[in-house]
């Protein structure tokens, strides 16, 4: 009979443990994810700043044997160089996104709290709060030092889809969409991938 009882607390003590890892694998997901989201925002943002008609100059400048020189002109936004500068920055800028958990599914998601332009927004469900910043900024650095290749790659040509294509494909990150609408409504749509 002991015996009986003392399995029967190893399974629940099993189970609880179970339950507690898997959440706790989630909540990681949801950061990791939500800071390569915010971080290719903050790129998208910072390039579309940059005046589009200047131009930088990439290629060798040594001279090839029929005296030409292989040098092409490409927009100074996408450019390595530049690039490489703004991701040295753009993780600074997590501590303008705070957290909000949805009510239903306890998922957790980031977004901006702080207007880039002035404007009031609302903050009434986002969740401001130092050890989120310094999580969503830690998980940031990881990010850009683990793929640094592969976020200049999809910056430096325009694609569609930075988000989708860099976020999930490549990084093997969850594909978990917010997509922000007009007027601060929000759509959130889960889509789970097994790459």
């Not at 490489?84 to 996104?97: A, G, P, S, T």
């Not at 976020?151 to 922000?180: Q, W």
Request: glycine share 4%; net charge negative.
């Amino acid at each position: 009979m002991m015996s009986y009882h003392l399995q029967s607390l190893a399974r629940c003590v099993l189970l609880v443990l179970l339950v507690s890892y898997c959440q706790g694998a989630r909540q990681g997901q949801d950061l990791k994810c939500g800071a390569c989201r915010a971080m290719v925002d903050e790129m998208e943002w910072a390039i579309s700043q940059v005046d589009p008609k200047k131009m930088i100059q990439t290629g060798s400048f040594r001279i090839n044997p029929d005296g030409s020189q292989s040098i092409r002109d490409v927009p100074f936004a996408r450019s390595e160089g530049n690039l490489l500068e703004l991701m040295e920055e753009v993780c600074e800028r997590m501590k303008d996104y705070g957290e909000r958990v949805d009510p239903t599914t306890s998922r957790k998601t980031y977004e901006r709290v702080t207007s880039r332009n002035g404007k009031s927004m609302d903050l009434s469900e986002a969740k401001l709060d130092s050890r989120v910043t310094s999580s969503l900024k830690y998980a940031c650095e990881t990010i850009v030092e683990q793929h640094e290749d592969e976020v200049i790659e999809f910056f430096a040509h325009e694609t569609d889809n930075v988000k989708d294509k860099l976020c999930s494909k490549r990084t093997g990150m969850p594909l978990y969409y917010l997509i922000h609408l007009q007027r601060n409504s929000l759509v959130k749509i889960l889509v789970f991938q097994n790459a």
